[in-house]
């Protein structure tokens, strides 16, 4: 497999030009994958930079996660000299991604309806948190869609919602903006011209709770949330091992369970009656796992991993963030590789989880400072302008 990085010309966006005006997760999420995919991809910074770049805790990765392989330009669109720029400037980009609050590239004179009068070819992207309909004007975050689209009840125990651990709909909105992109190209291709394309936070949250929806269509039972549910699978769980370390062990057919019973030295559980099959053991699924627990509390984790991967019983290390850095799947496959940080230092980042024709698409370009690529793209326009 070739991990390394392959040049601009030949990747599969190689020649598509991208104007992005976005901040925080879900817009510069589209503009990352069409920027590994070869994109060229111009980002429009306001004076002093994007403010993401200074967010503090849980969102102070986030600049450095979803800007790799892009150009930064800084250019206040709030100023007629600014917008006159960026109008000029989209004349030369086959794509413009945004993601601001509803209305506002519309009072900018930057919106899809006015640029489109003038350049009918232009493919342009709204990341926003609903599509047209009674809640299209609110204020959405990735927590708020999270709540309204079920998925937060459907995460946490039965009365007590909890949002996923990551920012899940603003990276699958910046990817469906991306896949509307590509599929807008084609059309483009078919037309010759471009379109408008919405991408949005509780649509895609609505997505993923589609087979809970279609569980109560056919059903008629309301579906209890994940922690509540009754498992399809007798032995499906979390237990803790020795020294409280945690190891999530299924074993979802009647062949596994014979084998996890014999692995685990206790052949006399096969002999139970009530554990005859996976259906009788799913009617006594508590007795079940409490008998399990208590024969793997003993356990030691780093023992008894490697034994059950080896007799082909599914099972997971409960694992931290901050240990995937270390994962030799991860740096072996090439999916962590380091890029260059706009201070001049290095951080491993994620690649996209894609191969295409064996190669990863990976990092081309350091993190751009604020900035960094202004004079480069403004005189390339008035290059252009005085031709």
């Known amino acids: 497999m070739n991990t390394t990085n392959p040049s601009d010309d030949s990747l599969p966006l190689s020649g598509l030009r991208v104007l992005e005006f976005t901040h925080m997760v879900m817009g510069p999420t589209c503009g990352m994958i069409l920027a590994d995919l070869g994109?060229?991809?111009?980002?429009?910074?306001?004076?002093?930079?994007?403010?993401?770049?200074k967010l503090p805790g849980l969102g102070i990765g986030f600049f450095r996660t979803f800007n790799r392989n892009k150009k930064s330009i800084v250019l206040d669109i709030?100023?007629?000299?600014?917008?006159?720029?960026?109008?000029?400037?989209?004349?030369?980009?086959?794509?413009?991604?945004e993601n601001f609050r509803p209305g506002l590239m519309a009072s900018l004179g930057l919106d899809y309806a006015t640029l489109s009068r003038k350049y009918p070819r232009l493919i342009y992207v709204s990341h926003k948190g609903f599509l047209p309909g009674p809640y299209e004007k609110r204020l959405a975050l990735d927590e708020v869609v999270q709540m309204m689209g079920g998925l937060s009840y459907m995460t946490g125990p039965r009365g007590r919602p909890l949002r996923a651990g990551t920012s899940v709909n603003d990276i699958m909105g910046g990817m469906f903006g991306a896949i509307g992109v590509l599929a807008a190209l084609r059309e483009r291709d078919r037309t010759g011209r471009g379109q408008e394309v919405q991408s949005a936070?509780?649509?895609?949250?609505?997505?993923?709770?589609?087979?809970h929806m279609q569980q109560y269509s056919?059903?008629?039972?309301?579906?209890?949330?994940?922690p509540s549910r009754v498992s399809a699978w007798s032995v499906y769980d979390v237990f803790t091992l020795a020294g409280d370390e945690q190891l999530f062990i299924g074993a979802v057919s009647d062949k596994q369970f014979v084998t996890l019973c014999n692995l685990l030295g206790h052949p006399e559980l096969l002999d139970v009656p009530e554990y005859a099959d996976n259906a009788s053991r799913v009617a006594v699924r508590p007795q079940l796992l409490e008998q399990l627990g208590a024969i793997l509390k003993d356990h030691q984790a780093g023992d008894l991993a490697p034994r059950l991967e080896a007799a082909g019983i599914p099972y997971a290390p409960i694992v931290r963030p901050e240990q995937l850095l270390d994962d030799p799947h991860l740096k072996a496959s090439g999916g962590l590789v380091p890029m260059q940080t706009e201070d001049g230092g290095s951080t491993d980042v994620v690649l996209l989880p894609l191969l295409m024709g064996g190669r990863r698409p990976g990092v081309r370009s350091?993190?751009?400072a604020a900035?960094?690529?202004?004079?480069e793209i403004l005189s390339s326009l008035r290059k252009d302008r005085a031709a």
Not at 219 to 225: A, K, N, R
């Open 371 to 375: 900035g960094e690529h202004t004079e």
């Open 218 to 226: 056919m059903t008629g039972e309301p579906p209890p949330p994940m």
């Open 201 to 211: 936070l509780f649509e895609n949250c609505v997505l993923l709770a589609a087979q």
């Open 366 to 368: 350091p993190l751009p």
């Open 78 to 97: 709030n100023t007629p000299e600014g917008r006159e720029t960026a109008t000029e400037l989209i004349g030369s980009c086959d794509v413009v991604l």
């Open 39 to 53: 994109a060229e991809v111009i980002k429009v910074e306001p004076p002093g930079g994007d403010k993401t770049r």
